[in-house]
């Protein structure tokens, strides 16, 4: 388990940094030790697991016999208050707010909202005359401004972007808030999004219960809409909806954005894959008389490109897995997991396992025409926290992989390009592109 209380802390850190945590921390010990292993990460005796039998076992049993386990700057950056911190009835309930906003209905109201964002972030930054820009880096523009605009209702101010970076940059830092370090940093940087939120909500509030007393009142579609409803009515805190906006913006935004350049990245690489997705598209385009924007139901159609966006998204998980802790002794295959351990998930741990997925390292988009096998493919998780937004997403992924497609000429300027982590994975160029426009 390494030395005492840092334990192998400082060789998880290493690996991490470098995106190599699966191949040069994990796999090591599973040859050493099996699927199942024991270290010592961040002062905290840690078991790690891997397998499909093992994603289903700890995922399924969120409550019961284990609960999400973040670091503590973690905690601190994204609010106790958040979801991934509630358990039970009040996840519960919470979770149910988001996948509402996320329903049928839901989803028809966003595809015109994400598209008129993607025109004008294509009419600023794609149609500049730039024969180069860095994909990743602009899309990590957009999908924030849809979260923030089109899912919470929530107007993008110049800067914010840039603050909620500096938050994310100290999530995994030590939570020592000495000036000057990236923990204070990060908790200047969360103090000055809580001051600018906590006036949104309140405005939101009283714009709410001034519709209810002239009996003005509109169902609204926005996820703010539906966390302010939640406080009038008494069923959550002001403190919940501002940490629960924080935690949303960051779940939905930072991984979004890898995986759509990780899709990208594999089209440009297999051009034979990538023609047959462009021809959906045509198709959809096709249909559209004029100006006509997308609808919900053209989204409905792009199922060639959705399995091409899950595949990326298996080769290059846009999270590693995440941390439990046992709330009673726990028997596991054969072993015993003391109350009070934590448990590591990875998502790599049947991803890139031949157990699961023949010729794991190749690309193979119709692996994903059959039923994939239950806790096998688990970039959003999976159990009671299976990730509430996958659906929005998955409507950015398609949306914006059309608009591009059918507008615009495009290739890698480094198709090697090495992918770095921090906390997060991405591109460690910004993963630079040659665009022109498509000629009519």
């Not at 973690?74 to 609010?79: A, E, K, N, R, T």
């Not at 996820?223 to 959550?236: D, F, K, N, P």
């Not at 909806?241 to 949303?248: G, K, T």
Request: net charge neutral.
């Amino acid at each position: 388990m390494g030395l005492p209380w840092i334990g192998e802390t400082l060789d998880f850190y290493k690996a991490q940094r470098k995106n190599q945590l699966y191949e040069d921390f994990v796999e090591p010990r599973i040859r050493k030790y099996g699927k199942t292993f024991k270290t010592r990460l961040m002062g905290c005796p840690t078991v790690v697991v891997n397998g499909a039998e093992a994603n289903k076992f700890f995922l399924s049993n969120e409550f019961k016999l284990v609960i999400s386990s973040w670091p503590a700057s973690s905690v601190q950056l994204m609010g106790t208050n958040s979801i991934m911190e509630k358990q039970g009835e009040k996840h519960h309930f919470l979770h149910g707010i988001v996948v509402k906003s996320l329903n049928s209905s839901g989803l028809e109201y966003l595809v015109p909202k994400i598209c008129r964002m993607v025109e004008i972030h294509f009419a600023k930054y794609w149609d500049s005359g730039k024969e180069t820009i860095r994909l990743y880096n602009l899309t990590k523009v957009l999908t924030f401004s849809i979260v923030l605009k089109c899912f919470l209702g929530i107007e993008v101010k110049p800067g914010t972007l840039e603050i909620f970076d500096r938050v994310l940059e100290g999530v995994f830092a030590a939570p020592i808030n000495i000036p000057g370090s990236t923990f204070s940093r990060a908790k200047k940087a969360r103090n000055d999004i809580e001051n600018m939120l906590v006036d949104i909500i309140r405005k939101k509030r009283f714009e709410m219960e001034l519709e209810e007393r002239r009996g003005t009142a509109e169902e609204e579609g926005s996820l703010l809409s539906g966390l302010v409803a939640a406080l009038i009515h008494g069923e959550i805190s002001e403190s919940e909806v501002l940490d629960n906006i924080v935690l949303l913006v960051f779940a939905a935004h930072d991984t979004t954005s890898f995986a759509i350049a990780m899709t990208f990245r594999m089209l440009a690489l297999h051009p034979t894959w990538y023609s047959h997705l462009l021809k959906e598209h045509d198709d959809i385009l096709s249909s559209k008389n004029g100006d006509e924007t997308l609808t919900f139901e053209d989204t409905k159609k792009m199922t060639y490109t959705w399995q091409v966006a899950r595949e990326s998204m298996r080769i290059f998980p846009p999270i590693f897995g995440s941390f439990r802790k046992a709330i009673d002794d726990i028997e596991y295959e054969g072993f015993i997991i003391p109350r009070g351990w934590k448990v590591l998930w990875t998502t790599y741990g049947t991803h890139h396992n031949a157990e699961y997925f023949k010729d794991p390292l190749s690309f193979n988009p119709s692996r994903f025409e059959e039923p994939i096998q239950p806790y096998t493919y688990v970039p959003f998780g999976g159990g009671p926290r299976l990730c509430a937004g996958y659906q929005l997403a998955k409507l950015n992924i398609l949306i914006f992989v059309h608009y591009v497609v059918t507008r615009y000429d495009w290739s890698l300027v480094n198709p090697d390009e090495p992918i770095a982590n921090d906390p997060l994975p991405f591109p460690s160029q910004g993963m630079p592109i040659k665009i022109s426009p498509k000629l009519s």
